[in-house]
Protein backbone atom coordinates (compact mmCIF):
# COMPACT_ATOMS: atom_id res chain seq x y z
CA UNK A 1 0.00 0.00 0.00
CA UNK A 2 1.41 3.75 -0.76
CA UNK A 3 2.30 5.72 2.15
CA UNK A 4 0.38 8.42 3.33
CA UNK A 5 2.95 11.08 2.32
CA UNK A 6 3.06 9.74 -1.43
CA UNK A 7 -1.22 9.30 -1.55
CA UNK A 8 -1.16 13.15 -0.32
CA UNK A 9 1.16 13.97 -3.07
CA UNK A 10 -0.81 12.33 -5.58
CA UNK A 11 -4.16 14.21 -4.08
CA UNK A 12 -2.50 17.40 -4.80
CA UNK A 13 -1.59 16.89 -8.23
CA UNK A 14 -4.50 15.89 -9.45
CA UNK A 15 -6.69 18.95 -7.35
CA UNK A 16 -4.10 21.04 -9.22
CA UNK A 17 -5.33 19.62 -12.57
CA UNK A 18 -9.01 19.92 -11.75
CA UNK A 19 -10.76 23.62 -13.44
CA UNK A 20 -13.20 25.08 -10.96
CA UNK A 21 -16.70 24.18 -11.61
CA UNK A 22 -17.66 27.68 -11.43
CA UNK A 23 -14.99 28.54 -14.39
CA UNK A 24 -13.47 31.22 -11.77
CA UNK A 25 -10.13 30.95 -13.17
CA UNK A 26 -11.44 31.99 -16.93
CA UNK A 27 -13.43 35.28 -14.82
CA UNK A 28 -10.49 36.30 -13.48
CA UNK A 29 -9.05 36.46 -17.01
CA UNK A 30 -11.90 39.05 -17.59
CA UNK A 31 -11.54 40.93 -14.55
CA UNK A 32 -7.48 41.39 -15.04
CA UNK A 33 -8.34 42.50 -18.45
CA UNK A 34 -10.62 45.07 -17.68
CA UNK A 35 -9.37 46.69 -14.59
CA UNK A 36 -6.04 47.03 -16.32
CA UNK A 37 -8.19 48.75 -19.36
CA UNK A 38 -10.22 50.67 -17.15
CA UNK A 39 -6.88 52.05 -14.74
CA UNK A 40 -4.86 54.70 -15.94
CA UNK A 41 -1.24 53.84 -16.65
CA UNK A 42 -0.03 56.31 -14.49
CA UNK A 43 3.82 55.43 -15.50
CA UNK A 44 3.08 54.91 -19.55
CA UNK A 45 4.97 56.87 -21.78
CA UNK A 46 1.84 57.75 -23.69
CA UNK A 47 -0.61 58.73 -20.95
CA UNK A 48 2.40 61.13 -19.19
CA UNK A 49 2.08 62.36 -22.39
CA UNK A 50 -1.35 63.11 -23.01
CA UNK A 51 -1.92 64.87 -19.56
CA UNK A 52 1.15 66.64 -19.42
CA UNK A 53 -0.67 68.42 -23.20
CA UNK A 54 -3.53 69.26 -20.99
CA UNK A 55 -5.83 66.74 -22.87
CA UNK A 56 -8.13 64.43 -21.36
CA UNK A 57 -7.75 60.65 -20.79
CA UNK A 58 -10.26 58.78 -23.09
CA UNK A 59 -12.43 57.54 -20.32
CA UNK A 60 -12.29 60.57 -18.61
CA UNK A 61 -13.86 61.95 -21.99
CA UNK A 62 -16.66 59.69 -22.31
CA UNK A 63 -17.35 60.25 -18.81
CA UNK A 64 -17.98 64.22 -19.32
CA UNK A 65 -20.02 63.73 -22.66
CA UNK A 66 -22.36 61.20 -21.58
CA UNK A 67 -24.84 61.07 -18.41
CA UNK A 68 -23.66 59.64 -15.46
CA UNK A 69 -22.67 55.98 -14.70
CA UNK A 70 -25.16 55.47 -18.28
CA UNK A 71 -21.68 54.02 -20.64
CA UNK A 72 -22.07 50.52 -21.59
CA UNK A 73 -18.43 49.14 -23.12
CA UNK A 74 -18.62 46.96 -26.59
CA UNK A 75 -14.96 45.12 -27.04
CA UNK A 76 -14.22 45.83 -23.56
CA UNK A 77 -11.62 43.21 -23.96
CA UNK A 78 -9.14 43.85 -26.88
CA UNK A 79 -5.85 44.36 -26.52
CA UNK A 80 -2.55 42.62 -26.83
CA UNK A 81 -2.41 40.01 -23.92
CA UNK A 82 0.83 38.43 -22.96
CA UNK A 83 0.23 35.06 -21.12
CA UNK A 84 2.28 33.50 -18.38
CA UNK A 85 3.26 29.67 -18.98
CA UNK A 86 0.64 29.09 -16.03
CA UNK A 87 -2.13 30.36 -18.63
CA UNK A 88 -2.44 33.55 -16.26
CA UNK A 89 -2.31 36.74 -17.89
CA UNK A 90 0.97 38.81 -16.72
CA UNK A 91 0.60 41.70 -19.28
CA UNK A 92 -1.89 43.60 -20.79
CA UNK A 93 -1.74 46.56 -23.26
CA UNK A 94 -5.46 47.78 -24.37
CA UNK A 95 -7.19 48.52 -27.61
CA UNK A 96 -6.38 52.18 -28.56
CA UNK A 97 -10.13 52.20 -29.31
CA UNK A 98 -12.82 52.46 -26.38
CA UNK A 99 -16.45 52.03 -27.88
CA UNK A 100 -20.11 51.49 -26.17
CA UNK A 101 -23.46 52.57 -25.71
CA UNK A 102 -24.59 55.54 -23.46
CA UNK A 103 -26.84 58.41 -22.78
CA UNK A 104 -26.66 62.15 -24.06
CA UNK A 105 -29.51 64.03 -22.08
CA UNK A 106 -31.58 60.48 -21.71
CA UNK A 107 -31.10 58.94 -25.45
CA UNK A 108 -29.22 56.56 -26.71
CA UNK A 109 -26.27 56.81 -28.50
CA UNK A 110 -22.51 55.00 -29.62
CA UNK A 111 -19.43 56.54 -28.74
CA UNK A 112 -16.04 55.58 -30.27
CA UNK A 113 -13.30 57.18 -28.67
CA UNK A 114 -9.39 57.15 -29.87
CA UNK A 115 -7.03 56.64 -26.85
CA UNK A 116 -3.49 58.65 -28.39
CA UNK A 117 -1.80 57.39 -25.10
CA UNK A 118 -1.53 53.94 -26.81
CA UNK A 119 0.64 54.14 -30.28
CA UNK A 120 -0.77 57.35 -30.81
CA UNK A 121 -3.86 56.06 -32.13
CA UNK A 122 -2.26 53.86 -35.24
CA UNK A 123 -3.68 50.75 -35.80
CA UNK A 124 -3.11 47.94 -33.61
CA UNK A 125 -4.90 45.11 -35.29
CA UNK A 126 -8.48 45.75 -33.99
CA UNK A 127 -9.39 49.45 -33.75
CA UNK A 128 -10.28 49.36 -37.61
CA UNK A 129 -12.63 46.71 -37.39
CA UNK A 130 -14.57 47.51 -33.39
CA UNK A 131 -14.91 51.25 -35.29
CA UNK A 132 -16.17 49.19 -37.89
CA UNK A 133 -18.17 47.36 -36.06
CA UNK A 134 -20.16 50.24 -34.11
CA UNK A 135 -20.93 52.43 -37.55
CA UNK A 136 -22.90 49.47 -38.50
CA UNK A 137 -25.03 48.47 -35.36
CA UNK A 138 -25.46 52.80 -35.45
CA UNK A 139 -26.93 51.91 -39.05
CA UNK A 140 -28.95 49.01 -38.14
CA UNK A 141 -30.30 49.89 -35.12
CA UNK A 142 -30.72 53.92 -36.53
CA UNK A 143 -28.96 55.39 -32.71
CA UNK A 144 -26.64 58.58 -33.32
CA UNK A 145 -22.55 58.00 -33.19
CA UNK A 146 -20.38 60.40 -31.41
CA UNK A 147 -16.65 59.96 -32.75
CA UNK A 148 -13.91 61.16 -30.11
CA UNK A 149 -10.80 61.20 -32.55
CA UNK A 150 -7.69 61.56 -31.58
CA UNK A 151 -4.71 60.34 -34.02
CA UNK A 152 -5.26 57.86 -37.23
CA UNK A 153 -8.05 56.40 -35.62
CA UNK A 154 -6.92 52.96 -36.82
CA UNK A 155 -4.66 54.45 -39.66
CA UNK A 156 -1.64 52.37 -39.97
CA UNK A 157 2.12 53.69 -39.89
CA UNK A 158 5.56 52.45 -40.49
CA UNK A 159 5.66 50.26 -37.46
CA UNK A 160 2.71 47.98 -38.80
CA UNK A 161 4.16 47.21 -41.98
CA UNK A 162 7.41 45.88 -39.74
CA UNK A 163 4.73 44.11 -37.44
CA UNK A 164 2.51 42.44 -39.96
CA UNK A 165 5.49 41.41 -42.18
CA UNK A 166 4.01 42.90 -45.46
CA UNK A 167 2.55 45.85 -47.04
CA UNK A 168 -1.61 46.00 -47.03
CA UNK A 169 -3.31 47.63 -49.97
CA UNK A 170 -5.70 49.85 -48.24
CA UNK A 171 -9.40 48.38 -48.28
CA UNK A 172 -11.44 51.51 -47.25
CA UNK A 173 -15.00 50.12 -48.65
CA UNK A 174 -16.03 48.10 -45.33
CA UNK A 175 -15.81 51.44 -43.44
CA UNK A 176 -16.88 54.21 -45.69
CA UNK A 177 -20.55 52.31 -46.85
CA UNK A 178 -21.80 52.33 -43.42
CA UNK A 179 -20.82 55.58 -42.76
CA UNK A 180 -22.45 57.20 -46.00
CA UNK A 181 -25.73 55.26 -45.60
CA UNK A 182 -25.90 56.44 -41.79
CA UNK A 183 -25.54 60.10 -43.61
CA UNK A 184 -28.09 59.56 -46.05
CA UNK A 185 -30.61 57.71 -43.29
CA UNK A 186 -30.24 61.06 -40.89
CA UNK A 187 -28.76 59.25 -38.11
CA UNK A 188 -26.49 61.58 -36.45
CA UNK A 189 -22.66 60.57 -37.24
CA UNK A 190 -20.82 64.10 -34.87
CA UNK A 191 -16.98 64.00 -34.50
CA UNK A 192 -15.02 65.66 -32.09
CA UNK A 193 -11.26 66.45 -33.10
CA UNK A 194 -9.45 66.32 -29.54
CA UNK A 195 -5.81 66.05 -30.44
CA UNK A 196 -3.58 65.81 -33.78
CA UNK A 197 -6.02 64.14 -35.96
CA UNK A 198 -4.16 62.47 -39.24
CA UNK A 199 -5.11 60.58 -42.10
CA UNK A 200 -8.11 58.29 -41.90
CA UNK A 201 -9.00 59.90 -38.84
CA UNK A 202 -9.14 63.31 -40.33
CA UNK A 203 -11.83 61.57 -42.90
CA UNK A 204 -13.54 60.46 -40.14
CA UNK A 205 -14.09 63.97 -38.87
CA UNK A 206 -14.39 65.32 -42.25
CA UNK A 207 -17.00 63.08 -43.33
CA UNK A 208 -19.33 63.46 -40.54
CA UNK A 209 -22.96 65.87 -40.24
CA UNK A 210 -21.40 68.08 -37.45
CA UNK A 211 -17.84 68.51 -36.10
CA UNK A 212 -16.61 70.55 -33.56
CA UNK A 213 -12.72 70.76 -32.75
CA UNK A 214 -11.09 71.81 -28.99
CA UNK A 215 -9.06 75.15 -30.15
CA UNK A 216 -6.04 74.31 -27.67
CA UNK A 217 -5.38 71.19 -28.46
CA UNK A 218 -6.78 69.74 -31.85
CA UNK A 219 -5.21 69.57 -35.59
CA UNK A 220 -6.77 68.39 -38.47
CA UNK A 221 -3.93 67.45 -41.59
CA UNK A 222 -3.84 64.37 -44.10
CA UNK A 223 -0.17 63.64 -43.12
CA UNK A 224 2.08 65.52 -40.44
CA UNK A 225 4.74 67.86 -40.64
CA UNK A 226 7.55 65.54 -41.70
CA UNK A 227 6.06 63.93 -44.43
CA UNK A 228 4.49 67.15 -46.07
CA UNK A 229 8.36 68.66 -45.83
CA UNK A 230 9.30 65.66 -47.99
CA UNK A 231 6.57 66.13 -50.34
CA UNK A 232 6.38 69.69 -50.80
CA UNK A 233 9.70 70.87 -49.16
CA UNK A 234 7.75 73.16 -46.44
CA UNK A 235 10.04 73.23 -43.79
CA UNK A 236 9.79 73.78 -40.36
CA UNK A 237 6.01 73.41 -40.20
CA UNK A 238 3.66 73.50 -36.83
CA UNK A 239 1.13 71.16 -36.21
CA UNK A 240 -0.97 74.96 -36.32
CA UNK A 241 0.58 76.06 -39.55
CA UNK A 242 -0.25 72.87 -41.22
CA UNK A 243 -3.76 72.27 -39.78
CA UNK A 244 -4.54 74.39 -36.77
CA UNK A 245 -7.94 74.53 -35.82
CA UNK A 246 -8.47 78.09 -37.11
CA UNK A 247 -7.53 77.08 -40.24
CA UNK A 248 -9.94 74.31 -41.22
CA UNK A 249 -12.63 76.12 -39.12
CA UNK A 250 -11.90 79.03 -42.44
CA UNK A 251 -12.07 76.75 -45.11
CA UNK A 252 -14.74 74.77 -44.00
CA UNK A 253 -13.25 71.44 -42.98
CA UNK A 254 -14.94 71.38 -39.28
CA UNK A 255 -18.06 72.95 -39.05
CA UNK A 256 -17.32 74.66 -35.18
CA UNK A 257 -14.67 76.02 -32.90
CA UNK A 258 -14.62 74.89 -29.36
CA UNK A 259 -12.68 76.79 -26.87
CA UNK A 260 -11.62 73.58 -24.97
CA UNK A 261 -12.56 69.44 -24.38
CA UNK A 262 -15.62 70.71 -22.53
CA UNK A 263 -16.89 73.41 -24.87
CA UNK A 264 -16.74 70.54 -27.47
CA UNK A 265 -18.74 68.14 -25.68
CA UNK A 266 -21.14 70.79 -25.32
CA UNK A 267 -21.78 71.31 -27.95
CA UNK A 268 -22.34 67.97 -29.23
CA UNK A 269 -25.22 67.60 -26.57
CA UNK A 270 -26.90 70.99 -27.95
CA UNK A 271 -26.50 70.01 -31.67
CA UNK A 272 -27.56 66.76 -30.92
CA UNK A 273 -30.88 68.19 -29.33
CA UNK A 274 -32.56 69.66 -32.06
CA UNK A 275 -32.18 65.94 -34.16
CA UNK A 276 -34.16 62.91 -34.37
CA UNK A 277 -32.28 59.89 -33.92
CA UNK A 278 -33.26 58.73 -37.53
CA UNK A 279 -34.55 61.04 -40.21
CA UNK A 280 -35.33 57.53 -42.10
CA UNK A 281 -38.05 57.20 -39.57
CA UNK A 282 -39.19 59.64 -36.69
CA UNK A 283 -39.48 63.46 -36.78
CA UNK A 284 -37.13 66.18 -34.73
CA UNK A 285 -38.04 66.08 -30.92
CA UNK A 286 -40.54 68.79 -29.72
CA UNK A 287 -39.21 70.76 -26.67
CA UNK A 288 -42.32 72.51 -24.70
CA UNK A 289 -41.65 76.37 -25.22
CA UNK A 290 -42.83 79.16 -22.74
CA UNK A 291 -41.42 81.89 -25.35
CA UNK A 292 -45.20 83.29 -27.05
CA UNK A 293 -45.89 82.17 -30.21
CA UNK A 294 -47.41 85.44 -31.27
CA UNK A 295 -44.46 87.71 -29.92
CA UNK A 296 -43.89 90.86 -31.68
CA UNK A 297 -40.83 92.40 -31.92
CA UNK A 298 -41.43 96.16 -33.14
CA UNK A 299 -38.02 96.66 -33.08
CA UNK A 300 -37.38 94.65 -36.03
CA UNK A 301 -39.74 97.47 -37.67
CA UNK A 302 -36.51 100.03 -37.61
CA UNK A 303 -33.64 97.12 -38.31
CA UNK A 304 -33.47 97.97 -42.35
CA UNK A 305 -31.79 101.47 -42.77
CA UNK A 306 -33.46 103.43 -45.33
CA UNK A 307 -30.00 103.98 -47.03
CA UNK A 308 -28.64 101.03 -49.19
CA UNK A 309 -25.26 101.59 -47.99
CA UNK A 310 -25.79 100.89 -45.31
CA UNK A 311 -26.07 97.67 -43.42
CA UNK A 312 -27.54 95.75 -40.12
CA UNK A 313 -26.98 92.63 -37.91
CA UNK A 314 -29.06 90.14 -39.03
CA UNK A 315 -28.49 87.86 -35.86
CA UNK A 316 -30.62 90.86 -33.78
CA UNK A 317 -33.64 89.61 -36.22
CA UNK A 318 -32.76 86.10 -36.26
CA UNK A 319 -32.63 85.93 -32.03
CA UNK A 320 -35.94 87.84 -32.23
CA UNK A 321 -37.92 84.92 -34.38
CA UNK A 322 -36.69 82.45 -33.13
CA UNK A 323 -37.60 80.53 -29.45
CA UNK A 324 -35.69 82.49 -26.89
CA UNK A 325 -32.25 80.77 -26.71
CA UNK A 326 -32.41 78.50 -28.84
CA UNK A 327 -30.24 79.48 -31.76
CA UNK A 328 -27.44 76.88 -32.43
CA UNK A 329 -24.83 78.65 -35.36
CA UNK A 330 -23.04 75.89 -37.08
CA UNK A 331 -20.05 76.79 -39.78
CA UNK A 332 -19.54 80.38 -37.99
CA UNK A 333 -15.82 80.94 -39.22
CA UNK A 334 -16.30 80.31 -43.39
CA UNK A 335 -18.29 81.22 -46.00
CA UNK A 336 -19.52 84.14 -44.07
CA UNK A 337 -21.92 85.87 -46.36
CA UNK A 338 -24.32 83.30 -44.77
CA UNK A 339 -25.03 82.36 -41.49
CA UNK A 340 -27.08 78.93 -40.89
CA UNK A 341 -27.33 77.02 -38.24
CA UNK A 342 -30.64 75.26 -35.91
CA UNK A 343 -33.08 76.74 -33.68
CA UNK A 344 -36.61 76.24 -32.44
CA UNK A 345 -40.04 77.95 -33.16
CA UNK A 346 -42.55 77.51 -30.58
CA UNK A 347 -40.94 74.23 -29.77
CA UNK A 348 -40.18 72.52 -33.20
CA UNK A 349 -36.69 72.75 -34.10
CA UNK A 350 -36.18 74.18 -37.46
CA UNK A 351 -32.87 74.79 -39.88
CA UNK A 352 -32.10 78.97 -40.00
CA UNK A 353 -30.37 79.77 -43.17
CA UNK A 354 -29.67 83.87 -43.53
CA UNK A 355 -27.74 86.68 -45.39
CA UNK A 356 -24.96 88.66 -43.69
CA UNK A 357 -24.65 91.49 -45.73
CA UNK A 358 -22.19 92.70 -42.89
CA UNK A 359 -19.76 90.80 -45.04
CA UNK A 360 -18.76 91.69 -49.08
CA UNK A 361 -22.42 93.23 -49.22
CA UNK A 362 -24.11 89.32 -48.36
CA UNK A 363 -23.00 88.68 -52.14
CA UNK A 364 -22.91 84.60 -52.57
CA UNK A 365 -19.12 83.52 -52.89
CA UNK A 366 -17.60 79.82 -53.60
CA UNK A 367 -17.68 79.05 -49.60
CA UNK A 368 -21.05 80.28 -49.33
CA UNK A 369 -22.61 78.42 -52.12
CA UNK A 370 -21.10 75.55 -50.36
CA UNK A 371 -22.13 76.29 -47.05
CA UNK A 372 -25.84 76.48 -47.58
CA UNK A 373 -25.53 72.91 -49.98
CA UNK A 374 -24.18 71.65 -46.90
CA UNK A 375 -27.32 72.66 -44.33
CA UNK A 376 -30.28 71.99 -47.32
CA UNK A 377 -29.03 68.81 -47.16
CA UNK A 378 -28.47 68.59 -43.20
CA UNK A 379 -31.88 69.69 -43.29
CA UNK A 380 -33.32 67.22 -45.95
CA UNK A 381 -31.78 64.37 -44.03
CA UNK A 382 -33.12 65.26 -40.78
CA UNK A 383 -36.88 66.44 -41.26
CA UNK A 384 -35.98 70.05 -40.65
CA UNK A 385 -37.96 72.64 -42.47
CA UNK A 386 -36.08 75.72 -43.37
CA UNK A 387 -36.55 78.95 -42.39
CA UNK A 388 -34.68 81.75 -44.96
CA UNK A 389 -33.93 85.23 -43.80
CA UNK A 390 -33.07 87.00 -47.20
CA UNK A 391 -30.74 89.64 -48.11
CA UNK A 392 -29.33 88.61 -51.37
CA UNK A 393 -28.11 91.20 -53.76
CA UNK A 394 -26.05 87.85 -56.07
CA UNK A 395 -23.13 86.15 -56.56
CA UNK A 396 -19.88 87.77 -55.80
CA UNK A 397 -18.46 89.28 -59.21
CA UNK A 398 -14.83 90.04 -60.02
CA UNK A 399 -11.57 88.45 -60.55
CA UNK A 400 -11.70 86.95 -57.26
CA UNK A 401 -15.08 85.21 -57.89
CA UNK A 402 -14.18 83.82 -61.22
CA UNK A 403 -11.03 82.43 -59.56
CA UNK A 404 -12.54 80.64 -56.99
CA UNK A 405 -15.45 79.43 -59.36
CA UNK A 406 -18.61 80.75 -57.80
CA UNK A 407 -20.87 79.72 -60.51
CA UNK A 408 -19.93 76.40 -60.21
CA UNK A 409 -20.09 76.02 -56.53
CA UNK A 410 -23.80 78.60 -57.65
CA UNK A 411 -25.02 75.71 -59.59
CA UNK A 412 -23.84 73.36 -57.01
CA UNK A 413 -26.01 75.20 -54.66
CA UNK A 414 -29.19 75.44 -56.90
CA UNK A 415 -28.54 71.71 -57.33
CA UNK A 416 -29.00 71.25 -53.30
CA UNK A 417 -32.04 73.48 -53.69
CA UNK A 418 -34.10 71.64 -56.23
CA UNK A 419 -32.94 68.07 -55.02
CA UNK A 420 -33.94 68.61 -51.72
CA UNK A 421 -37.93 68.39 -50.75
CA UNK A 422 -37.97 69.55 -47.26
CA UNK A 423 -40.36 72.74 -46.64
CA UNK A 424 -38.73 76.07 -46.69
CA UNK A 425 -40.15 79.05 -45.65
CA UNK A 426 -38.68 82.56 -46.90
CA UNK A 427 -38.44 85.90 -45.57
CA UNK A 428 -37.29 88.49 -47.74
CA UNK A 429 -35.81 91.20 -45.34
CA UNK A 430 -34.27 93.69 -48.13
CA UNK A 431 -32.26 92.18 -51.49
CA UNK A 432 -33.09 89.28 -53.48
CA UNK A 433 -31.29 89.67 -57.18
CA UNK A 434 -30.36 87.58 -59.91
CA UNK A 435 -29.63 84.05 -60.78
CA UNK A 436 -28.49 83.38 -56.81
CA UNK A 437 -31.87 85.39 -55.30
CA UNK A 438 -34.28 83.66 -57.61
CA UNK A 439 -32.50 79.99 -57.08
CA UNK A 440 -32.93 80.91 -52.71
CA UNK A 441 -36.44 82.55 -53.22
CA UNK A 442 -38.08 80.33 -55.48
CA UNK A 443 -37.45 76.78 -54.75
CA UNK A 444 -40.51 75.06 -54.07
CA UNK A 445 -43.25 74.49 -56.78
CA UNK A 446 -45.92 75.64 -53.77
CA UNK A 447 -44.20 78.57 -52.58
CA UNK A 448 -44.25 79.57 -48.47
CA UNK A 449 -42.73 83.18 -48.22
CA UNK A 450 -43.50 87.07 -47.46
CA UNK A 451 -41.31 89.96 -47.32
CA UNK A 452 -40.54 92.72 -45.17
CA UNK A 453 -41.59 96.66 -46.30
CA UNK A 454 -37.99 97.09 -46.79
CA UNK A 455 -37.46 94.20 -49.44
CA UNK A 456 -36.63 94.84 -52.93
CA UNK A 457 -35.46 92.30 -56.21
CA UNK A 458 -35.04 92.02 -59.65
CA UNK A 459 -32.67 90.91 -61.92
CA UNK A 460 -30.17 93.53 -61.06
CA UNK A 461 -29.50 96.25 -58.34
CA UNK A 462 -30.54 99.41 -59.24
CA UNK A 463 -26.79 100.53 -58.17
CA UNK A 464 -24.76 100.58 -61.64
CA UNK A 465 -28.23 98.68 -63.60
CA UNK A 466 -29.71 101.53 -64.87
CA UNK A 467 -26.83 103.29 -65.84
CA UNK A 468 -25.81 100.52 -67.89
CA UNK A 469 -29.41 99.89 -69.35
CA UNK A 470 -29.75 103.87 -69.91
CA UNK A 471 -26.51 104.46 -71.09
CA UNK A 472 -27.40 106.03 -74.48
CA UNK A 473 -30.17 107.63 -73.49
CA UNK A 474 -27.92 109.74 -70.51
CA UNK A 475 -24.80 110.12 -73.36
CA UNK A 476 -27.46 111.96 -75.64
CA UNK A 477 -28.56 114.23 -72.68
CA UNK A 478 -32.54 112.86 -72.85
CA UNK A 479 -32.71 112.33 -69.19
CA UNK A 480 -30.23 111.96 -66.08
CA UNK A 481 -29.19 109.05 -63.72
CA UNK A 482 -30.50 110.87 -60.69
CA UNK A 483 -33.63 111.29 -62.49
CA UNK A 484 -33.86 107.57 -64.00
CA UNK A 485 -32.86 106.41 -60.01
CA UNK A 486 -35.64 108.15 -59.47
CA UNK A 487 -38.34 106.74 -61.14
CA UNK A 488 -36.84 103.21 -60.83
CA UNK A 489 -36.99 103.45 -57.31
CA UNK A 490 -40.76 104.36 -57.24
CA UNK A 491 -41.54 101.40 -58.93
CA UNK A 492 -39.11 98.88 -56.83
CA UNK A 493 -41.73 99.35 -54.01
CA UNK A 494 -42.71 95.64 -52.94
CA UNK A 495 -46.35 96.59 -53.38
CA UNK A 496 -46.44 96.76 -56.74
CA UNK A 497 -45.03 93.46 -57.24
CA UNK A 498 -47.85 91.87 -54.45
CA UNK A 499 -50.56 93.14 -56.28
CA UNK A 500 -49.82 91.56 -59.58
CA UNK A 501 -49.07 88.37 -57.18
CA UNK A 502 -45.26 88.58 -57.78
CA UNK A 503 -45.11 87.99 -53.50
CA UNK A 504 -47.64 86.00 -52.08
CA UNK A 505 -47.74 88.22 -48.53
CA UNK A 506 -46.35 91.68 -47.41
CA UNK A 507 -45.80 91.41 -43.71
CA UNK A 508 -44.54 94.11 -40.65
CA UNK A 509 -40.98 92.91 -39.74
CA UNK A 510 -42.46 92.85 -36.04
CA UNK A 511 -44.95 90.06 -36.94
CA UNK A 512 -42.28 87.73 -38.50
CA UNK A 513 -42.50 84.95 -35.41
CA UNK A 514 -45.74 84.59 -35.28
CA UNK A 515 -45.60 84.13 -39.56
CA UNK A 516 -42.65 82.01 -39.30
CA UNK A 517 -44.12 79.89 -35.77
CA UNK A 518 -47.41 79.25 -37.15
CA UNK A 519 -46.37 77.96 -40.45
CA UNK A 520 -43.89 75.36 -38.91
CA UNK A 521 -46.23 74.18 -36.41
CA UNK A 522 -48.52 73.31 -39.75
CA UNK A 523 -45.83 71.50 -41.53
CA UNK A 524 -44.88 69.41 -38.32
CA UNK A 525 -48.45 68.35 -37.86
CA UNK A 526 -49.09 67.88 -41.76
CA UNK A 527 -46.46 67.49 -44.51
CA UNK A 528 -43.73 66.43 -42.34
CA UNK A 529 -45.44 63.49 -40.74
CA UNK A 530 -45.81 62.53 -44.29
CA UNK A 531 -42.38 63.12 -45.08
CA UNK A 532 -41.71 60.48 -42.37
CA UNK A 533 -43.98 57.80 -43.76
CA UNK A 534 -43.10 58.25 -47.12
CA UNK A 535 -39.03 57.74 -46.22
CA UNK A 536 -40.48 54.20 -44.30
CA UNK A 537 -41.48 53.16 -47.69
CA UNK A 538 -38.39 54.26 -49.94
CA UNK A 539 -40.77 57.24 -51.62
CA UNK A 540 -38.61 59.80 -50.39
CA UNK A 541 -35.15 58.91 -50.35
CA UNK A 542 -32.41 62.23 -49.09
CA UNK A 543 -28.81 62.51 -50.19
CA UNK A 544 -26.12 63.87 -48.05
Given amino acids: MPNDDSASARLSQLSAQLKPADWSDISDHIETIETIARTPNLKSTGYIRQKSRGKLWVRERIDQLLDKDTFREIGSLTGTA ?14 NNVQGEGKVEGRKVLVTADDYSVRAGHADGALLEKTIYVEKLALQEGIPIIKLVDGSSGGGSVTTTKTSGYTHLPSLGPFFSPVVKQLDAGIPNIAALLGPVVGLGASRAAISHFSVISADIGYLFAAGPKIA ?8 LSFSDLGGAALHCSNGTIDNLAKNEQDCF ?14 DRELPPFVPCSDPADRKSPDLN ?11 DIYTAIHAIVDSGSFFEIGHHWGRTTIVGLARLGGYPVGVLASDGTFNGGALDSLSCQKISKHLKLCDVYNLPLVQLLDCPGFAVGTAAEKAATMRWGVDMARAYYSTTMPIFSVIVRRCYGVAGGIMADARDVRSRCAWPSAEWGSLPLQGGVEVAHKAEIQRGDTTLEKLTKEYEALGNPVRTATRWGMEEMIKAEDSRERVTRWTRECYEGVLKVRVQERMVGRVKCSF
Fill in 302 to 312: SLIPRRAARSF
Fill in 229 to 236: EAATFEED
Fill in 82 to 95: TWGENGNIVGFIPS
Fill in 266 to 279: AQIRQFLSYLPSCG
